[in-house]
T-cell receptor, first 114, second 114 residues
Framework: DADVTQTPRNRITKTGKRIMLECSQTKGHDRMYWYRQDPGLGLQLIYYSFDVKDINKGEISDGYSVSRQAQAKFSLSLESAIPNQTALYFC?????????????FGEGSRLTVL | TQLLEQSPQFLSIQEGENLTVYCNSSSVFSSLQWYRQEPGEGPVLLVTVVTGGEVKKLKRLTFQFGDARKDSSLHITAAQPGDTGLYLCAGPAYSGAGSYQLTFGKGTKLSVIP
């Protein structure tokens, strides 16, 4: 079983719908992240959390919200999805912060907004 | 803003050939990481380089960190189809409140043709 699990793996929805992407991890890491990947744009940080009571905005947080329900669970919500939020979304964890911490990624959730 | 530029964006080569991909910045990074992402999966860490001039080898892959810690390269010897994937470099960028988060380059998409 994967250490970082994302659900759903694929989702097609319509403009204006509310969408939640869920992430759970068994690595015991405190730090969790949500990234968005678009072709040719690399990975962009949406939100990150250092522990259950800590939520921080990343570089592209507009239109997104997150919830850290437990150490092992971090969900990403799109309150009213729009077509330019069509992308591949990755959850990641890290046991270390700072300058050299390795990120462990889930397998991704592909979201299509029509 | 600390940006990482990767080149080339795309590379298609025959099995057995050698290749080098680059990760450059105008900023100094305390460390750089290289990840490989295979289709349908999340990125996986290959190596972290932390010292200017450092060279690390991982089987047929050789990673080098520039003396000034502004650039890095990845050289693959005798490429194999299993090397196909998206190669991402990443480095810690200051995100405020004393914390650093990884910033990613846009990646080099490598295709190795049998």
């Amino acid at each position: 079983d994967a250490d970082v699990t994302q659900t759903p793996r694929n989702r097609i929805t319509k403009t204006g719908k509310r969408i939640m992407l869920e992430c759970s991890q068994t690595k015991g890491h405190d730090r969790m992240y949500w990234y968005r990947q678009d072709p040719g744009l690399g990975l962009q940080l949406i939100y990150y959390s250092f522990d259950v009571k800590d939520i921080n905005k990343g570089e592209i947080s507009d239109g997104y919200s997150v919830s850290r329900q437990a150490q092992a669970k971090f969900s990403l919500s799109l309150e009213s999805a729009i077509p330019n939020q069509t992308a591949l979304y990755f959850c990641a964890t890290s046991g270390l912060g700072g300058l050299t911490g390795e990120l462990f990624f889930g397998e991704g959730s592909r979201l299509t907004v029509l | 803003t600390q940006l990482l530029e990767q080149s080339p964006q795309f590379l298609s080569i025959q099995e057995g050939e050698n290749l080098t991909v680059y990760c450059n910045s105008s900023s100094v990074f305390s460390s750089l990481q290289w990840y490989r992402q295979e289709p349908g999966e999340g990125p996986v860490l290959l190596v972290t380089v932390v010292t200017g001039g450092e060279v690390k080898k991982l089987k047929r892959l050789t990673f080098q960190f520039g003396d000034a810690r502004k650039d890095s390269s990845l050289h693959i010897t005798a490429a194999q189809p299993g090397d196909t994937g998206l190669y991402l470099c990443a480095g810690p960028a200051y995100s405020g409140a004393g914390s650093y988060q990884l910033t990613f380059g846009k990646g080099t998409k490598l295709s190795v043709i049998p």
